[in-house]
């Protein structure tokens, strides 16, 4: 089955830290570039990290730069993302997303493949 | 504020077309390609339409984008009650150097 798994969201104090995963399975991972995506409750959507399929290019929102760090191990079909110094507004349930496209330049990414989403919520 | 802009809601009765816009700017629409998502409540938002006005195997046809310089529009013909979801618009930003939403427009069936 073709999907995308995320894991280790949670409660976390202001200033702690938090490593998400994201499990794919029936892609090709290897191949693909891959993404995080956010939505605070009750708010849309916001991109947060983006990974091309061999790590060579690496983007983040000004909102995360500096405290988030993207990372994959393709040979585990594996996303993650490292937040440092989480805050009350990276509350969110945090999307890992495939790009659909394949393509080597970011204009033309889409995102096709979703997974459930995983809820961090920081709070003293 | 969103680098795109939706209107907060849009709304028709059954059958009837609704139109959504999206207004970027040169650095994001005018340059890269749209793509657009829905989303139910509680869900994960599937894309829609991509590169503009490309359809996703299993999306109806009745689901159609275009674009015209620094705006993009979504278009729902005969409106249906399992239209109702938020629809979000997005791009690339060359400026901000990363993808930006719109604020997402409410459909509601009447």
């Known amino acids: 089955e073709v999907q995308l798994v995320e894991s280790g969201g949670g409660l976390v104090k202001p200033g702690g830290s938090l490593r998400l995963s994201c499990a794919a399975s029936g892609i090709t991972f290897g191949s693909n570039n891959m993404n995080w995506v956010r939505q605070a409750p009750g708010k849309g959507l916001e991109w947060v990290s983006s990974i091309s399929s061999s790590s060579s290019y690496i983007f983040y929102a000004d909102s995360v730069k500096g405290r988030f760090t993207i990372s994959r191990v393709n040979a585990k079909n594996s996303l993650f993302l490292q937040m440092n110094s989480l805050r009350a507004e990276d509350t969110a349930v945090y999307y890992c997303?495939?790009?659909?496209?394949?393509?080597?330049?970011?204009?033309?990414?889409?995102?096709?493949?979703w997974g459930r989403g995983t809820l961090v919520t920081v709070s003293s | 504020q969103s680098a795109l802009t939706q209107p907060p809601s849009a709304s028709g009765t059954p059958g009837q077309t609704v139109t959504i816009s999206c207004s970027g700017s040169t650095s994001n629409i005018e340059s890269n390609t749209v793509n657009w998502y829905q989303q139910l409540p509680g869900t994960a938002p599937p894309l829609l339409i991509y590169t503009n006005d490309q359809r996703p195997s299993g999306v109806p046809e009745r689901f159609s984008g275009s674009k015209s310089g620094a705006s993009a529009s979504l278009a729902i013909s005969g409106l249906q009650s399992e239209d109702e979801a938020d629809y979000y618009c997005s791009a690339w930003d060359d400026s901000l150097s990363g993808y930006v939403f719109g604020s997402g427009t409410k459909v509601t069936v009447l």
């Open positions: 997303v495939r790009d659909g496209s394949g393509s080597h330049y970011n204009r033309y990414w889409y995102f096709d493949l």
